[in-house]
C-alpha cells in the first residue's frame, strides 16, 4: 500500500512527531538547548533521541503472548544486576561493621553515666565511696527505673534485650 509521497513504508522519507503535551515539548526542548553543541541540527538530535530510545526499548522489552510487555533477560542487564548485587553486598558489610561500632559505643556511653550517675547517688545520700568499688564496677550497672525505660524503648522500636542492665539492690 502507497502513501501520498508514493513510499510503502513512512518511515523510509521522514517522520513526524507530535508532541501532545506542552511539558514534554519544554522538557524536550530544555534538554535540547542544554546538548545542542554536539548536534549540527535540531533534526539530527531528534533523530540520535529517536535511535537511542527505540534501541534501549528493544534491548529492554520484549512482547509477550497477552500483548504487554516482559522483561527481556540480556547479558548487559544481567551485569549491571551482578554489579548493583556486589555494591549492595560492600554497603551492607560496612553498615554491619559501623552498627557494631555504634552498639559498642553506647554501651560504654551507658555504663559510664550509670557509674556517674549511681557516684552522685552515693554521695548524695551520705555514703562513703572507696577508690576499688569504682574500679571494680560497682556503680556500673543502670540504674532499675532507667532500664525500665530502655527496655520499653526496646520494645517499641522492635528491639528484644534479654540482658537485665540494672542493679536490683538500688
Known sequence: MENKKGTENSFEKGVW????????????NTLYENVKFRFPSKRAFIRECLHRGAEQISIQYTE?????????????????????????HQLYKYLRTQIKHGFANQSLIITMLSCMYNILISIAG?????????????????????????QDLLKQYGFLNNVNTYDRKK
Open 64 to 88: 509477550n503472548l497477552e500483548g504487554g510487555f516482559a522483561f527481556k533477560d540480556n547479558k548487559n542487564t544481567i551485569e549491571h544486576l551482578a554489579a548493583l548485587d556486589e555494591k549492595i
Open 126 to 150: 551520705g555514703k562513703p565511696l572507696h577508690y576499688t568499688n569504682i574500679n571494680a564496677g560497682i556503680y556500673d550497672l543502670l540504674p532499675m527505673r532507667f532500664n525500665d525505660i530502655y
Open 17 to 28: 512527531v507530535p508532541f501532545i503535551d506542552e511539558p514534554n515539548k519544554e522538557s524536550f
